[in-house]
């Protein structure tokens, strides 16, 4: 059980700290806000990333492999992540002040982030390696006691993951220059309209 927990920790810290869209809008929430939406924007995607681990997990992962499941959700997979791109564009264009932005913005950081995850539907394929892996570490079909366990440890590494990127991002926002705003900015923008693209070409 302890190596299941330890394979699980690895896997989840992984898989948090890669760089992808969720990192790209904390990154661009927490310019702006600072530590508390960069966590929610975090903390919401752990939501998609459980719902993704119980579907991978659980062999349910079939039914996402159909195509009147699988296209509807990347097309709105890619739409949203251009979405979020092109406005992160205009931010680097026009650099946003803490104050401009509304209370709402804030508030739905957490929203934000569970969208993005949901609409992933490229996690299943993580999710699905990952079920795999277990087999592989126990030499066998896992019990539902060792499914569990790698889960908890799987979700234990995403959520000191959360508070540690958004740490980073707000430590980086106290000490970078409007420049460099200007640039992180433009770089998350660039990240999200280019996994949008890879998204669409996916279906």
């Known amino acids: 059980m302890l190596t299941i927990f330890f394979y699980a920790l690895v896997f989840g810290f992984v898989f948090c700290l890669s760089p992808g869209a969720v990192l790209a809008e904390t990154l661009r929430r927490g310019l702006l806000h600072g530590f508390t939406p960069a966590l929610l924007?975090?903390?919401?995607?752990l939501v998609g990333d459980a719902v993704w681990a119980v579907i991978g997990l659980t062999g349910i992962a079939l039914l996402i492999q159909h195509d009147a499941v699988r296209v509807p959700l990347t097309i709105a997979c890619a739409l949203y992540l251009?979405?979020?791109g092109v406005r992160s564009l205009i931010d680097a264009w026009r650099l946003p002040e803490p104050g401009d932005?509304?209370?709402s913005s804030r508030q739905n950081a957490l929203a934000v982030g569970a969208a993005i995850s949901l609409a992933n539907p490229k996690n299943i394929v993580y999710w699905g390696a990952l079920g795999s892996a277990l087999s592989?570490?126990?030499?066998a079909t896992?019990?539902?006691g060792q499914t569990l366990m790698f889960f908890a440890g799987f979700m234990?590494?995403?959520v000191l993951s959360c508070f540690l990127i958004a740490a980073l991002v707000n430590l980086l926002r106290q000490n970078a220059s409007p420049t460099w705003q200007r640039i992180s900015y433009a770089l998350c923008g660039l990240v999200l309209i280019y996994l949008a693209i890879l998204a669409a070409l996916g279906i």
């Open 156 to 158: 234990l590494a995403s």
């Open 142 to 144: 896992p019990s539902h």
């Open 41 to 45: 924007v975090q903390i919401g995607s």
């Open 101 to 103: 932005a509304p209370a």
């Open 136 to 139: 592989g570490i126990v030499g």
């Open 82 to 84: 251009a979405w979020l």
